[in-house]
């Protein structure tokens, strides 16, 4: 129940769920990723809880690539 709450009605203190998904949708439109960032409340370690969802526009994002190295096998 609680999930349908931040999902549909207010998924952060500043944004309607509207807003949150057109930004989102937008994101993905214009730039081809939607990143949202969950904030959990661990207030009860036994059954942590989703507190809010923010949208993370893509321009604030940095890509790096991360190399592995290669090892032989003998």
């Known amino acids: ?3 349908e709450r931040i999902f549909q009605f207010e998924p952060n203190p500043i ?12 994101d993905y439109f214009f730039s081809g990723m939607a ?3 969950i ?3 661990f207030s009860n370690i036994l059954q942590s809880k ?6 993370i526009e893509p321009k604030n994002i940095r890509a790096i690539k991360i190399y592995q190295k290669k090892e032989k096998f003998h």
């Open 1 to 3: 129940k609680y999930l």
């Open 15 to 26: 944004q309607s769920a509207s807003n949150l998904w057109h930004s989102l949708a937008f």
């Open 35 to 37: 990143l949202a960032y």
């Open 39 to 41: 904030e959990w409340d």
């Open 50 to 55: 989703v507190r809010h969802i923010w949208a």
